[in-house]
């Protein structure tokens, strides 16, 4: 069974699980959780921090969506029946092309900033490499992938600001980052995943399906934590490929019972190792 970090507790107080979601009732069988993460994006392309940044895909993100929605399509037993994405245009047209493919695009969609990627702080829109090279590779690593080390956060009044997109016309001022760690993003999906995910993974009309979820490397590395109990000290170390999906079967009482990527394991391994390789 998944743990609730208490850190949570700060984006839980002003949340109403009823503002993502109709009213459902539960029923007895668990559908599959199906994890993936957006294509390849422009600022990937570029070896650049994108975070909150929104960028489209780059024509590898796009086949890298349509060869996930392939895998999807070919899964035997398999029903998708609800889509979660976050709010950042690579993963809803990672989701598009993705569900277009599997023969899903009539999918119902949920969208919430709480499943964007982990904001980079001072550090979006900087050159990964160029980073590196300014403040040596070991600190880099550190605000890439510490669990409680940030980057430096933003200058106030910086104009990379989400404050004022309206996309979080609804979210408290207080909730936008001006940076993340790791410890941060597990606290604001956290709530997300126990109240909205968790309610369709229970519910009458998702029975017997399964449920998607399209978003990002942090994102789902914190999914991924609370759903598995992964460590602290773990979690940095877990590497999320893009475009392949991961599939998660749970019994009644939210016990995994198997999960691992669809597709060729190797593919999906060597995927993982070209993330790990990565500058940032």
């Known amino acids: ?8 507790a700060k984006f839980s107080a002003c949340y109403s699980p009823a503002e ?4 459902r009732r539960y029923a007895g069988s668990v559908p599959d959780l199906i994890l993936l993460r957006h294509g390849q994006s422009e600022w990937n392309e570029l070896n650049l921090f994108t975070g909150w940044t929104d960028v489209d895909l780059t024509p590898l993100g796009e086949s890298e ?5 392939e895998l999807l399509a070919l899964e035997a037993n398999l029903d998708l029946r609800v889509l979660h994405t976050s709010v950042l245009t690579r993963a809803i047209r990672t989701a598009e092309i993705a569900l277009h493919a599997a023969g899903r695009s009539w999918l119902p969609v949920r969208r919430n900033w709480r499943l964007n990627e982990r904001h980079y702080g001072d550090l979006t ?5 160029e980073t590196a090279e300014q403040f040596g ?3 880099v690593k550190l605000w890439r992938r510490s669990y409680f080390v940030p980057p430096p956060s933003l200058p106030e009044g910086d104009p990379r600001s989400s404050l004022n997109d309206p996309r979080y016309r609804d979210v408290p001022d207080e909730f936008i980052p001006a940076t993340e760690c790791l410890k941060d993003v597990v ?7 126990a109240d909205v995910i968790i309610e369709d993974l229970r519910s009458e009309a998702v029975r017997g399906g399964a449920v998607i979820v399209v978003a990002h490397g942090n994102s789902l590395r914190a999914l991924r934590m609370v759903l598995q109990n992964i460590p602290e000290e773990e979690i940095a170390e877990l590497e999320i490929p893009t475009g392949i999906p991961y599939r998660v079967t749970m019994d009644d009482g939210l016990n995994i019972l198997e999960a691992g990527y669809l597709g060729d394991p190797a593919a999906a391994a060597a995927a993982a190792e070209a993330v790990a390789r990565q500058a940032g």
């Open 65 to 69: 969506a349509r060869s996930a929605g």
């Open 20 to 23: 993502d979601r109709d009213a």
């Open 137 to 139: 590779a070991e600190q």
């Open 187 to 193: 606290a604001r999906v956290t709530p997300y995943f």
């Open 1 to 8: 069974m998944f743990r609730i970090p208490n850190d949570s």
């Open 125 to 129: 829109g900087k050159d990964k490499k």
